[in-house]
């Protein structure tokens, strides 16, 4: 089976500190991808991943930034924390190369920005 | 980019009963179309999906149907048990770059 793994479950940040979370898939697969999930919202795309160092922007990236250096890994880095990047992050992967097939989810984060 | 919407945004429904979600998209070059469901405390796993070349698909108690003239596609979920209860995401995805909708709500009442 798949498995994505996010590091942290819940997470308490302080405003302006610099948040990192980290994702790991063991599957080979070439793309990552993060969400942010907010009731009534859905899921919106930050950023996704679809080679190692590749990046492109989702419909949200403000105040987001990504990084990939190696292919199993994705990490999400809040440049400086703000209260309205309170919310439930999720990393997913899937295979890539175009083939347009389902992504695989980890548990998610939820971060608080007090 | 891809705007995908979905309705309703909560269902409600007596066990036994059919619930039907909807979902519409912008982009006629998406070309599949995965649904979701996310139980409480977890993240989202697939429950059906279904490419542009089909018009209908159908798992157990679950179908999804598509009209790609419409750009609109839906899931079915017949003889709803309390267990069907959880958050339900459709997607449209292009060259695997993959957008949700906001997401229904479902709640099968015993």
């Known amino acids: 089976d798949v498995k994505v793994t996010q590091s942290s479950r819940y997470l308490v940040k302080r405003t302006g500190e610099k948040v990192f979370l980290e994702c790991v898939q063991d599957?080979?697969?070439?793309?990552m991808f993060w969400y942010r999930q907010d009731p009534g919202l859905g899921l919106r795309l930050i950023y996704f991943?679809?080679?190692?160092?590749?990046?492109e922007k989702g419909d949200i990236p403000e105040g987001y930034s990504v990084s990939r250096e190696k292919k199993e890994r994705f990490s999400l880095i809040l440049e400086s924390a703000s209260t309205n990047q309170t919310s439930m992050y999720l990393c997913a992967s899937s295979l890539g190369g175009e083939r347009n097939t389902e992504a695989f989810f980890g548990q998610g984060t939820r971060l608080t920005v007090v | 980019g891809e705007n995908v919407e979905q309705h309703p945004s909560t269902l409600s429904v007596q066990e036994g009963d059919s619930a039907v979600i909807k979902c519409t998209y912008s982009?006629?070059?998406?070309?599949?179309f995965p649904w979701y469901k996310q139980e409480l405390g977890k993240g989202p796993q697939l429950i059906i999906d279904?490419?542009?070349?089909?018009g209908e698909k159908k798992d157990q108690r679950i179908a999804v149907t598509l009209n790609k003239t419409a750009k609109h596609f839906s899931l079915h979920i017949t003889e709803t048990q309390p267990e069907d209860s959880a958050v339900y995401f459709c997607?449209?995805?292009?060259?695997?770059?993959?957008?949700f909708g906001a997401g229904t709500r479902l709640t099968v009442k015993p």
């Open positions: 599957m080979d697969h070439e793309n």
């Open positions: 982009d006629s070059a998406s070309n599949y």
């Open positions: 991943s679809y080679d190692v160092k590749m990046k």
């Open positions: 279904i490419r542009s070349n089909v």
């Open positions: 997607a449209a995805s292009k060259f695997d770059d993959m957008r």
